[in-house]
């Protein structure tokens, strides 16, 4: 079956200037997650929804991200104002559940010139 | 605060040898400790995983060994080919930690033929 798929696969974009990023998770997958991963880094926690419960924001490293997920499927992060320490690629995980296997899309490289 | 440490940074191994990657974890509320794997311009693919009160998993060329008592456990890659040449991520999830994962590092793996 199809896995998770992200949109755009690379996006350059000019400092201050708003970005989304889509993903769309696995088919029936309820949980869905949002990591950074930034050059030579390894992956940082962002966000993560599960159901209709009240998505975990915590990651988040200020208020110029957020995050919604429509109809349970589709979730869109968006960067306001985006600064050049936001490059980095940004992945999308889902899973059946919380407790179980997450699956990565391909990531979005973000750059900001 | 990184609460999964892995090492090393990098390793350089012969066709047939065996990598081993290490990673230690300090919040003991982590109940699930998957491994993964990072080709360039890839997502993050799960590789294997294991849960505390197991203490060695294999699946084909790869065995996590884990220690509970030492709130260790490391991935060893068996008769390594240059196929095998990737970032691979140790992870941790679960429990009052929160539903998301905390990864390591990363350990950029060469296999020579």
């Known amino acids: 079956g199809a896995g998770v798929s992200q949109s755009p696969s690379n996006k350059v974009t000019e400092k201050g200037k708003d970005v989304e990023l889509r993903c769309d998770p696995i088919?029936?997958?309820?949980?869905l997650y949002w990591y950074r991963q930034s050059l030579g880094q390894g992956l940082e926690f962002l966000i993560y929804?599960?159901?209709?419960?009240?998505?975990?924001k915590s990651g988040l490293p200020s208020d110029r991200f957020s995050a919604e997920r429509t109809g349970g499927s589709v979730s869109t992060l968006t960067i306001q104002r985006t600064q050049q320490e936001d490059s980095a690629v940004y992945l999308c995980?889902?899973?059946?559940?919380?407790?179980?296997?997450?699956?990565f899309g391909p990531g979005t490289r973000l750059t900001v010139t | 605060q990184q609460q999964v440490k892995q090492s090393p940074q990098s390793l350089i191994v012969q066709k047939g040898g065996i990598p081993i990657i290490n990673c230690a974890y300090e919040?003991?509320?982590?109940?699930?400790f998957p491994w993964y794997q990072q080709f360039p311009g890839k997502g993050p693919a799960l590789l294997i995983a294991?849960?505390?009160?197991?203490s060695e998993k294999k699946e084909g060329r790869f065995t996590i060994s884990f220690n509970k008592s030492a709130k260790q456990f490391s991935l060893h890659i068996m008769d390594s080919q240059p196929g095998d040449s990737a970032t691979y991520f140790c992870?941790?999830?679960?429990?009052?930690?929160?539903?998301?994962?905390?990864f390591g590092g990363g350990t950029r793996v060469l296999v020579k033929p």
């Open positions: 995980a889902s899973s059946l559940s919380l407790a179980v296997e997450q699956y």
């Open positions: 088919s029936g997958h309820t949980a």
């Open positions: 929804f599960q159901g209709n419960s009240a998505p975990d």
């Open positions: 919040n003991t509320a982590f109940d699930y």
């Open positions: 294991i849960r505390p009160d197991v």
């Open positions: 992870a941790a999830f679960g429990g009052a930690a929160g539903n998301k994962l905390t």
